[in-house]
């Protein structure tokens, strides 16, 4: 098992920028995969992005181009660099670790 905790959602703009960080409580060189989810007010809970532990990533086609994952195995960190964000970006962001490990989740709101 290993904890997660998110932070750095909030209130942005259209075409703002948030980045969240996800930090394990233990070692995340080994863990297979990590990567951010996301859920709006009624809907499923969607994959956002991932990245397996050989540095390869996946995303979701409604964020390609615009968000980016990276991980600092050093800081057992994980990050999501969220651009041009969109109204329907609009959600709470869970981080996520292999096997079935959820970070509390985190608030991220796009609004004028």
């Known amino acids: 098992q290993v904890q997660l905790v998110e932070s750095g959602g909030g209130l942005v703009q259209p075409g703002g920028s948030l980045r969240l960080s996800c930090t394990a409580s233990?070692?995340?060189?080994?863990?297979?995969?990590m990567g951010w989810y996301r859920q709006a007010p009624g809907e499923q809970r969607e994959m956002v992005a991932r990245?397996?532990?050989?540095?390869?990533?996946n995303y979701a086609d409604s964020v390609k181009g615009r968000f980016t994952i990276s991980r600092d195995n050093a800081k057992n960190t994980v990050y999501l660099q969220m651009n041009s964000l969109k109204p329907e970006d609009t959600a709470v962001y869970f981080c996520?670790?292999?096997?079935?490990?959820w970070g509390q989740g985190i608030q991220v709101t796009v609004s004028s």
């Open positions: 990245m397996f532990s050989d540095g390869s990533t």
């Open positions: 996520y670790a292999t096997v079935d490990n």
């Open positions: 233990k070692s995340i060189s080994s863990i297979f995969v």
